[in-house]
């Protein structure tokens, strides 16, 4: 399996710097760095970009409301550029907290978006003129939408790669049918390896039915916490905090993504306990309220033998690169390590 991490994007550059240059050294294949709504993760990804030789490098995620399509392809073959080929770009449609409350945008069609972002990704690309009559974007802008002035471009610079790779976070059914079918890779979010399948494996097997070859293998990148040792089940509560937030305050009653695939594992009456304690500000409680069985097998927390077993239920499940956060050590060390473990399985 590839070994994969995150950067915090909140690090100093100097410091993410050093960190990266000591991942890429233990043998870790790729880096991604998140945005939310700090600082971006574009600047982070151009200094590493330069810091760096070998690793990969993602943006996991940027959103697909608050850059336009073209501004997605010119990001993404800037920093393949910058980085000799080493970069993925990782999107997400996040959700109306951040896009209606921080960028001002409807969170509207999106599915639709994220597919017709795609589209005209690959063909900015591939540096044919932006055409697209579409039911979100249309290209060149209608005269009737603007000064009619508008005129079809193409891509200035002739890239590093017309190929650049392309992951999806995506949780629903519909969304992750899409990603199989359409894209590189897929990173889902909270995965307990044994109960992928009762919720996405008929997206996933309808996806894989349309895919195109030439795409290559599907990339799943899944993964938790990290930490090997004799004494590192105690790391396994460390995942609370974050998986409480996510089941419990990323969305509304009735509109959370985390809190629909933690009822699709079997935890309905959970989800419903977390999202509510969260949402009147009983953070500790929300936390607490998580079921141990959950925060067990959603993290990779353990000695050999344990961490070996949750690598081979996640091979069994389909998951083709891990993406994890390492505790309990020195990051490089941990990882170091976990892909020593990793030859086993």
Not at 256 to 276: I, L, M, P, T
Request: aromatic share 8%.
């Amino acid at each position: 399996m590839r070994i994969s991490t995150s950067l915090n994007y909140a690090t100093d550059p100097q410091t993410a710097a050093a960190q990266a240059r000591e991942l890429e050294a233990a043998g870790v294949d790729r880096i991604w760095i998140p945005e939310a709504y700090g600082f971006d993760a574009v600047s982070l990804l151009g200094y590493l970009a330069a810091s760096t030789s070998t690793v990969e490098l993602a943006s996991g995620i940027l959103n697909t409301y608050s850059r336009t399509p073209a501004l997605l392809a010119q990001t993404a073959a800037g920093l393949d550029a910058l980085s000799g080929g080493r970069f993925v770009l990782g999107l997400g449609a996040s959700g109306p907290q951040v896009i209606e409350g921080f960028h001002g945008l409807a969170y509207d069609k999106p599915l639709t978006r994220t597919k017709e972002i795609i589209q005209i990704c690959r063909s900015a690309w591939r540096r044919e003129r932006l055409v697209h009559d579409g039911d979100v974007f249309t290209l060149p802008l209608p005269s009737d939408q603007g000064t009619g002035l508008g005129k079809p471009l193409k891509i200035i610079n002739h890239l590093k790669r017309s190929d650049i790779p392309i992951y999806i976070a995506a949780l629903g059914p519909k969304s992750v049918e899409e990603t199989a079918a359409t894209c590189e890779g897929w990173l889902p979010f909270l995965v307990y390896p044994e109960r992928m399948e009762q919720v996405w494996g008929n997206s996933v097997v309808a996806g894989l039915a349309r895919r195109d070859p030439a795409l290559g293998q599907f990339d799943v990148v899944a993964g938790g916490l990290v930490a090997i040792g004799d004494d590192a089940a105690q790391y396994r509560d460390f995942g609370r905090p974050v998986a409480a937030l996510y089941i419990g305050g990323m969305g509304a009653r009735g509109k959370n993504f985390y809190n629909d695939v933690c009822r699709q594992y079997g935890f309905a009456d959970e989800a419903s306990a977390v999202q509510e304690a969260y949402l009147e500000g009983r953070k500790e409680e929300a936390a607490g309220l998580l079921p141990d069985e959950l925060i067990e097998n959603t993290s990779l927390c353990g000695d050999d033998a344990y961490v070996i077993d949750r690598l081979a239920a996640y091979k069994e499940a389909g998951v083709t690169s891990l993406n994890v956060m390492p505790i309990g050590g020195e990051p490089a060390n941990v990882l170091g390590r976990l892909r020593e473990l990793a030859e086993h399985v």
